[in-house]
């Protein structure tokens, strides 16, 4: 049975990880991994989850089944987080998912299931498990230009006349705020022409927003999802909260879809279900059950929000200290963009081998594209950080 069997390609943060461990320099520098880290190098547990889950072992009295969609308060709380709190949620229609990956996984299947020919277009470049989640749901997938690795900035026009020429019933792929791996983001008034050509060409927007809060605030982060939303006739929707309530481990999404009436959002939120039923039949409960006994209380909603402001205000400040070190040390402003750029990545626009020196000569790590952790900056090192970027750039 396995004999032939060749192994899976090796993931290249993992394997970046590996390296960084066995690296015994002192002043090594971890840019890599995509969770957010405090000055310490630490992703704690924030407070009001840690409360929530002390509440759950006292109270929970039983360990049932939920049902396929989950925890049925998480996913009318998360709609409203995601869509507004004064959001008409009748057309729309939500699950909990084993996070952001398994609503994408389950989003995939259902437009699979209403559209077996769709296309779905992402960014160039996008997070590189959009592409394998897509595909392993047997969708096409195509790429529209989006960044300008020179300028660090969004392609637009190239990106809008792409889209122009996408078929009608295709589907487009958008980052809701926080693009990674790039970190730049469409500012409302493109979010606003974008919507205009989604309606125009009969495109179906599928956004991802896994960094809800951790870009200029939470609702903030979600005015172009609610731009689309105020537009389009449908759209799909996936959430995860692994970022902004620190759950990464215990899997903690969801699934959206917006019809055109309630009728037609039961029967695609039947579908939805049925994928999941196939896929691993009901999502873990205890992190969502967390997430939404935070977003119920009041007290525990605003420490929440005070901590995740807490944490999106320390990654603003090291983008603009890290880009102000970089005019220092390079005397020019090929950097500011990484003052501009939202959420947790910055992609530098750097050369793999750059990339490769920045690791053997200064023990610097990031991923090969060049994209960096802001959290991970040291805030004691930027100067030292900033000179050894500038060292390699020839
Ligand atoms: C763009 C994007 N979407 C979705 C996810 C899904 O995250 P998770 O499945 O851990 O919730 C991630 C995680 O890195 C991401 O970067």
Known sequence: MFEDLKPAPADKILALI??????????????????????????????????????????????????????TAFNEAMAKLVFGANADTTRIRAAQTPGGSGALRLVAELLKHARPDATVWVSDPTWVNHIAIL??????????????AETGTVRFDAMLAALKGAP????????????????????????????????????????????????????????????????????????SCSKNFA??????GAAMVMTANAAQADIASSQMLAGARTLY????????????????????RADWQAELEEMRQRMLLLRQRFAEALRRQSNSDRF????????????????????????????????????????????NGLEELAKAVVSVLD
């Open 135 to 148: 595909r392993a749901a047997g969708l096409q997938v195509r790429e529209y230009p989006y960044f300008d």
């Open 168 to 239: 009608a019933g295709d589907v487009i792929l958008l980052h809701g705020c926080c693009h990674n791996p790039t970190g730049a983001n469409l500012d409302a008034s493109q979010w606003t022409a974008v919507a205009g050509l989604l309606v125009e060409k009969n495109l179906l927007p599928f956004i991802d927003i896994a960094y809800q809060g951790f870009g200029d605030g939470l609702d903030a982060d979600a005015e172009g999802l609610r731009i689309v939303a105020a537009k389009v006739p449908e759209m799909v929707v996936a959430a």
């Open 18 to 71: 590996g390296l960084y461990r066995a690296d015994e320099r002192p002043n090594k520098v971890d840019l890599g991994v995509g969770v957010y880290k405090d000055n310490a190098g630490k992703t704690p547990v924030m407070r009001a989850v840690r409360e929530a889950e002390k509440r759950l072992l006292a109270d929970q009295d039983s360990k049932s089944y939920l049902g396929l969609a989950g925890d």
């Open 336 to 379: 500011d963009f990484i003052a501009g750029h939202r959420g947790m990545f910055s992609r530098l626009g750097l050369t793999e081998s750059q990339v490769q020196r920045l690791r053997e000569e200064h023990a610097v790590y990031m991923v090969s594209d060049s994209r960096i952790n802001v959290a991970g900056l040291p805030e």
């Open 281 to 300: 039949s009901m999502p873990p409960d205890h992190g969502a059950a967390a997430v939404r006994m935070v977003l119920q209380d009041p007290a525990l």
């Open 247 to 252: 759950v990464y481990r215990d899997r903690v």
